[in-house]
T-cell receptor
Framework: GAGVSQSPRYKVAKRGQDVALRCDPI?????LFWYQQALGQGPEFLTY????????KSGLPSDRFFAERPEGSVSTLKIQRTQQEDSAVYLC???????????FGSGTQLSVL | QQQVKQSPQSLIVQKGGISIINCAYE??????FPWYQQFPGKGPALLIA?????SEKKEGRFTISFNKSAKQFSLHIMDSQPGDSATYFC???????????FGEGTQLTVNP
């Protein structure tokens, strides 16, 4: 596709539910990043993949958050037992080789009720 | 811990005016400083970036000024247009790190 695609665009979950957020990076992009953006705030780093290898997961806020990229392309961010504080926009970004020139998707807006 | 402090939180400028957004940082390991533009409902888009070995970088109407000794950098938008109305984020990356640390954002409104 022309850009980074994220789905679903919106997700409403009841507290305690598990959710899975999908990211389709730009074809050929090696690096993939997940960021969390709370309302009115800047994005905060969650995790980074180079191909299928998760090289940095230090930003994941708890062990309820899990990300994977098994074939080095599509990535899924999973949040188990969602809490109200997980409500945010989850942004995926990809780049051809590294951390410069990141291309962001439009995000998934997660609302936990 | 706010590693990159951005100001002002909001800014209103008349069409044709100059918009100036400032950022300050503490971490001397930062070596790459991009600015991102974000429209409502969209992800951030890279606008312009600078490394600390230069004091200024210009691309079209957008200029970054960088003061390494003061650990400050700023974005100047010349001839501001209503289409520039968006939220702007400064960011920084540590040497050999993978993450960008973002500021809290500045909501810019350019009145026609």
């Amino acid at each position: 596709g022309a850009g980074v695609s994220q789905s679903p665009r919106y997700k409403v979950a009841k507290r305690g539910q598990d959710v899975a957020l999908r990211c389709d990076p730009i074809s050929g992009h090696v690096s993939l990043f997940w960021y969390q953006q709370a309302l009115g705030q800047g994005p905060e780093f969650l995790t980074y993949f180079q191909n299928e290898a998760q090289l940095d997961k230090s930003g994941l806020p708890s062990d309820r958050f899990f990300a994977e990229r098994p074939e080095g392309s599509v990535s899924t961010l999973k949040i188990q037992r969602t809490q109200q504080e997980d409500s945010a926009v989850y942004l995926c970004a990809s780049s051809f080789g590294g951390w410069e020139k990141l291309f962001f998707g439009s995000g998934t807006q997660l609302s936990v009720l | 811990q706010q590693q990159v402090k951005q100001s002002p939180q909001s800014l209103i400028v008349q069409k044709g005016g100059i918009s100036i957004i400032n950022c300050a940082y503490e971490n001397t390991a930062f070596d790459y400083f991009p600015w991102y533009q974000q429209f409502p409902g969209k992800g951030p888009a890279l606008l312009i970036a600078i490394r600390p070995d230069v004091s200024e970088k210009k691309e079209g109407r957008f200029t970054i000024s960088f003061n390494k000794s003061a650990k400050q950098f700023s974005l100047h938008i010349m001839d501001s247009q209503p289409g520039d109305s968006a939220t702007y984020f400064c960011a920084a990356r540590e040497t050999s790190g993978s993450r960008l640390t973002f500021g809290e954002g500045t909501q810019l409104t350019v009145n026609p």
